[in-house]
């Protein structure tokens, strides 16, 4: 098992910045992707960032160029640096993790004013 524990949300301006942590604890060492994924009021959770065992990143084209996923072993954590972030990017952001399942965070909530 993986218990995940997301931090950094908040409210922020348009074209501000914010990062999101992830600290895994349990299995760690059987992850095999971690990552972001986030849902909008009245909107399907949709998958933002990740980052596989190898390091292999991926990002929504939403994302894509603003965001940066970056994990530290040492820490089992893993981040979420939310650049030029825009009003639509105002959502729920939940950590997630891959071992025969997700495992998912209770997580965060990032809000962008315009």
């Known amino acids: 098992q993986v218990q995940l524990v997301e931090s950094g949300g908040g409210l922020v301006q348009a074209g501000g910045s914010l990062r999101l942590s992830c600290a895994a604890s349990?299995?760690?060492?059987?992850?095999?992707?971690i990552g972001w994924f986030r849902q909008a009021p009245g909107k399907q959770r949709e998958l933002v960032a990740t980052?596989?065992?190898?390091?292999?990143?991926d990002y929504a084209a939403s994302v894509k160029g603003r965001f940066t996923i970056s994990r530290d072993n040492a820490k089992d954590t893993v981040y979420l640096q939310m650049n030029s972030l825009k009003p639509e990017d105002t959502a729920v952001y939940y950590c997630?993790?891959?071992?025969?399942?997700?495992?998912w965070g209770q997580g965060t909530q990032v809000t962008v004013s315009s």
């Open positions: 349990g299995s760690t060492s059987s992850i095999n992707a």
């Open positions: 997630y993790a891959t071992i025969h399942w997700n495992y």
């Open positions: 980052i596989s065992r190898g390091g292999n990143t």
